[in-house]
């Protein structure tokens, strides 16, 4: 049974899905005008686990993810580049796919480009127009809070801090401004090339409409789960909820989910405070994607998670020393039938990863078979991903020439000259492989 921690109710509700077995899961994406940092894979690993979860419990998953490539930032970043949106956008589109990629995200069903949608997000419009929700303001279209009672319901704002009438232009705003926003802005000089000629007039859409016409195009109205970083709740998450359950008069979304923030030395991090780092950035430094998907399993999707270079190093320690251990197991067989069931009740409790990777490691260091492990270990792996399978039982095949440095460091070893040890496990790196001392003699590593 699994239980999931629902913002809008502020409790760990059991999951009952509105259709029997398929799920409809939509997952805010990346604005695609920088690099993702790794703040905002933090967001996207954990709705990768939330989605294995799913998966393994044996719910079909149709998984939206929107590519937010039309919006204030957006639009800025490619004029200063020089560059046409679609062309700019793109760029970083792929090298987000790319990073997905190696961090072993499961892509979605779909990958929804906002600039896709206009057609949708203008009709949606019409309606708010229509149902007198929406006005023109300076022949912009902005959003009457006052028509929309349970605004600030997810977010748990206080009536008192609702300014209706007051107005916001920006795509992102702060929780202390609260205010009427905008659902189609008209153009200015400012945007350039970049504008849409639709009944609504010559503009773009605002930042939040697209997740409400694309989640309700992709997946119908209301959806069982949507989920982001914490920072989406307030505006873009109350946003969508007010366009949505307005348009249709329905419910929008039955689970919010949350991922807390990574931060670096205490803050969070972020593009605009400029204390980040990307995936690039970590392989720069010889750091294998997976390393850091392992550091952040270590958290709980709802701790906050403090980035150092440190612990990044001890994540990928961890994983290598398991890598290092399965080579040497027996092919998959049987399984360990309770290590499986207290691992799969901690995922179904609220994605408790922290805990998942405690039982791992106890059966790993059990003395059961390792055959059964192996096979645990591989079913583990259908939520953790961290690509066990290539290593389970696969021997390292061992050159001549590091066969030889091997044999010599054994024998330096025997004649305690830690010296030419330290001087052999050198050159043994040179050629890419790193050494490990353990209980059975020296095990290596490809790096
Ligand atoms: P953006 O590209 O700014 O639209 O953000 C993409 C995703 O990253 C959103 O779900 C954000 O909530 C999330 N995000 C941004 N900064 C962080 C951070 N420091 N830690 C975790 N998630 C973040
Ligand atoms: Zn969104």
């Not at 259709?19 to 409809?24: F, I, L, R, T």
């Amino acid at each position: 049974m699994l239980k999931l921690y629902n913002t809008l109710t502020r409790q760990v509700e059991e999951f009952q899905p509105l259709k029997k077995n398929a799920v409809g899961l939509y997952t805010c994406g990346p604005t695609v005008y920088n690099y993702a940092h790794i703040g905002n894979l933090r967001s996207f690993i954990f709705e990768d686990i939330l989605k294995r979860a799913l998966l393994t419990d044996g719910f079909r998953v149709k998984h939206i993810m929107n590519l937010t490539d039309v919006d204030d930032k957006t639009i800025k970043a490619s004029r200063e580049a020089n560059q046409t949106l679609s062309k700019f956008t793109d760029i970083y589109t792929r090298a987000f796919k790319k990073d997905i990629q190696k961090l072993n995200i499961l892509p979605p069903t779909k990958f929804a480009l906002a600039t896709k949608y206009i057609k949708q997000m203008v009709a949606l419009v019409q309606k708010l127009l229509k149902k007198g929700i929406a006005y023109e303001k300076d022949d912009s279209i902005y959003f009457c809070l006052a028509k929309f009672p349970n605004y600030g319901r997810l977010a748990r704002l206080k009536n008192q801090e609702l300014k209706s009438g007051a107005r916001v232009n920006v795509d992102d705003y702060e929780k202390e401004n609260p205010a009427d926003f905008v659902l189609w802005k008209k153009w200015t000089p400012k945007d350039g090339k970049v504008f849409w000629n639709t009944p609504l007039g010559k503009g773009r859409p605002g930042w939040h409409l697209e997740c409400s016409a694309i989640s309700a195009t992709e997946l119908g109205q209301p959806l069982d789960i949507h989920a982001g970083g914490v920072d989406l709740i307030f505006p873009h998450h109350e946003n969508e909820i007010a366009q949505s359950e307005t348009a249709t008069g329905k419910p929008f979304v039955k689970y919010w989910l949350h991922g807390e923030h990574l931060l670096v030395e205490g803050q969070k991090m972020a593009k605009s405070l400029n204390n980040f780092f990307t995936l690039h950035d970590l392989e720069a430094k010889k750091f294998n994607p997976l390393a850091f998907r392992y550091l952040l399993l270590t958290a709980h999707y709802r701790s906050k998670l403090n980035f150092t270079w440190e612990s990044l190093q001890a994540a990928q320690n961890a994983l290598e020393s398991i890598y290092l251990q399965i080579r040497d197991w027996d092919k998959p067989k049987v399984g360990c039938a309770e290590f499986e069931e207290k691992f799969f009740n901690a995922i179904n409790n609220d994605l408790d990863t922290p805990r998942t990777l405690a039982i791992m490691w106890e059966m790993i260091k059990s003395p059961l078979p390792s055959a059964a492990k192996a096979q645990s270990l591989l079913k583990f792996d259908k939520i953790l991903g961290l690509d066990f399978k290539k290593y389970i039982g696969k021997k390292e095949k061992i050159s001549t020439a590091i066969k030889k440095l091997l044999d010599e460091r054994v024998k330096a070893r025997q004649e305690k000259d830690w010296e030419k040890s330290d001087e052999l496990r050198k050159e043994i790196e040179k050629i890419g492989y790193s050494v490990e001392d353990t209980s059975q003699g020296q095990k290596i590593l490809k790096k």
